[in-house]
T-cell receptor, first 109, second 114 residues
Framework: GQNIDQPTEMTATEGAIVQINCTYQ??????LFWYQQHAGEAPTFLSY??LDGLEEKGRFSSFLSRSTGYSYLLLKELQMKDSASYLC??????????WGAGTKLIIKP | IAGITQAPTSQILAAGRRMTLRCTQD?????MYWYRQDLGLGLRLIHY???????GKGEVPDGYSVSRANTDDFPLTLASAVPSQTSVYFC?????????????FGPGTRLTVL
């Protein structure tokens, strides 16, 4: 079966760095996406990785290792507005997104 | 309109009733999707459409139907609602089904079936 695993909840301090991990087992691989979802709102796109390595975009970076089925999202200089759920999703061989349940990130002052 | 709109925002529905959730996008995207989101579970794909005139089944299609008469609109119908269909429903679109194409999401419809 297809499976995406990520921690249910994480807590971090404002100004700090946090890494959210995602492991996956899917039928085929056509890229990995990270989305942000604030409570009661729609998911919004953060990043896309299809090749191994690190993609940096401002305070957010995303890493992919295809051989180990592993990705992480790194958030630097945390701000209170970063409190949200972070969703990992893999595009499978049918070009359908398989979603993890999301990681709720709580930022404390 | 800018992006994707969904209607209604929320709805309480009696079991057995028929309900259509509306979704409209103005980005001229070819692909559109319907997901449901339940607590503790990832988004699950109900139905999708590659382009106007075509639709396909996702992971959890039973009890739902869709149509794609034109590029902009992608309504989702529950023929006879059941309590297990209580969920938050998101419509999304992307330029293409395949390849590097982020999905843009509507604001969601919160549906409660009693």
């Amino acid at each position: 079966g297809q499976n995406i695993d990520q921690p249910t909840e994480m807590t971090a301090t404002e100004g700090a760095i946090v890494q959210i991990n995602c492991t996956y087992q899917t039928s085929g691989f056509n890229g990995l996406f990270w989305y942000q979802q604030h409570a009661g709102e729609a998911p919004t796109f953060l990043s896309y990785n299809v090749l191994d390595g690190l993609e940096e975009k401002g305070r957010f970076s995303s890493f992919l290792s295809r051989s180990t089925g592993y990705s992480y999202l790194l958030l630097k200089e945390l701000q209170m507005k970063d409190s949200a759920s972070y969703l990992c999703a893999v595009m499978d061989s049918n070009y359908q997104l398989i979603w993890g349940a999301g990681t709720k990130l709580i930022i404390k002052p | 309109i800018a992006g994707i709109t969904q209607a209604p925002t929320s709805q309480i529905l009696a079991a057995g009733r028929r309900m259509t959730l509306r979704c409209t996008q103005d980005m001229r995207h070819n692909a559109m999707y319907w997901y449901r989101q339940d607590l503790g579970l990832g988004l699950r794909l109900i139905h999708y459409s590659n382009t106007a005139g075509t639709t396909g089944k996702g992971e959890v299609p039973d009890g739902y139907s869709v149509s794609r008469a034109n590029t902009d609109d992608f309504p989702l119908t529950l023929a006879s609602a059941v309590p297990s269909q209580t969920s938050v429903y998101f419509c999304a679109s992307s330029e293409e089904l395949a390849g590097v194409s982020e999905q843009f999401f509507g604001p969601g419809t919160r549906l409660t079936v009693l």
